[in-house]
T-cell receptor
Framework: SQQGEEDPQALSIQEGENATMNCSYKTSINNLQWYRQNSGRGLVHLILIRSNEREKHSGRLRVTLDTSKKSSSLLITASRAADTASYFC???????????FGKGTTLSVSS | EPEVTQTPSHQVTQMGQEVILRCVPISNHLYFYWYRQILGQKVEFLVS????????KSEIFDDQFSVERPDGSNFTLKIRSTKLEDSAMYFC????????????FGDGTRLSIL
């Protein structure tokens, strides 16, 4: 399989805490994307980090990429109950014709 | 903000019947995709479509599946003879420059095969 796995599979935290999710992949990449999925809804794109970038920020989101370890992490700071969702990383296949998703991390934020 | 719309939101069908899932991608997008998500599992790629032809299909996308862009706005997924294991959420997505940019997803069609 091209795509690795996110870990942890599930994460439960209190509002205000930070949440960190990790993603590993197996092949060389052009970019890596993170998506969020609220229960019963479609995926929403959060952030894209290119292979020549090491870190990227968007609001309370911080994504890092380590191409030498073939891994990425998504940090959500000062989490809110509304951040409760599943989070997926995705990379393109070698031909650039498909996006392959990991198994995701389910985040629960309680108030 | 433009969005991808999918209909119906829920489809219940008897095993062996044909189903057509419909999607209206974002109007200026050129790349279209179908994904499947079995309850509680990962999002699985089915097929990508560009310039009126399939760019890539996964091993899930067998001869029972087909896609079509019948006009300038709709993008459909047809399952010719449904099986119980086809029960899943089916998501349509579109993008303007393929997988190198964010994909925009619809809210999916829940397909239940009885």
């Amino acid at each position: 399989s091209q795509q690795g796995e996110e870990d942890p599979q599930a994460l439960s935290i209190q509002e205000g805490e930070n949440a960190t999710m990790n993603c590993s992949y197996k092949t060389s990449i052009n970019n890596l994307q993170w998506y969020r999925q609220n229960s019963g809804r479609g995926l929403v794109h959060l952030i894209l980090i290119r292979s020549n970038e090491r870190e990227k920020h968007s609001g309370r989101l911080r994504v890092t990429l380590d191409t030498s370890k073939k891994s990425s992490s998504l940090l959500i700071t000062a989490s809110r109950a509304a951040d409760t969702a599943s989070y997926f990383c995705a990379t393109a296949n070698q031909a650039g014709t498909a996006l392959i998703f990991g198994k995701g991390t389910t985040l629960s934020v309680s108030s | 903000e433009p969005e991808v719309t999918q209909t119906p939101s829920h489809q219940v069908t008897q095993m062996g019947q044909e189903v057509i899932l419909r999607c209206v991608p974002i109007s200026n997008h050129l790349y279209f995709y179908w994904y499947r998500q079995i309850l509680g599992q990962k999002v699985e790629f089915l097929v990508s479509f560009y310039n009126n032809e399939i760019s890539e299909k996964s091993e899930i996308f067998d001869d029972q599946f087909s896609v079509e862009r019948p006009d300038g706005s709709n993008f459909t997924l047809k399952i010719r003879s449904t099986k119980l294991e086809d029960s899943a959420m089916y998501f349509c997505a579109s993008s303007d420059t393929g997988v190198w940019q964010p994909q925009h997803f619809g809210d999916g069609t829940r397909l239940s095969i009885l």
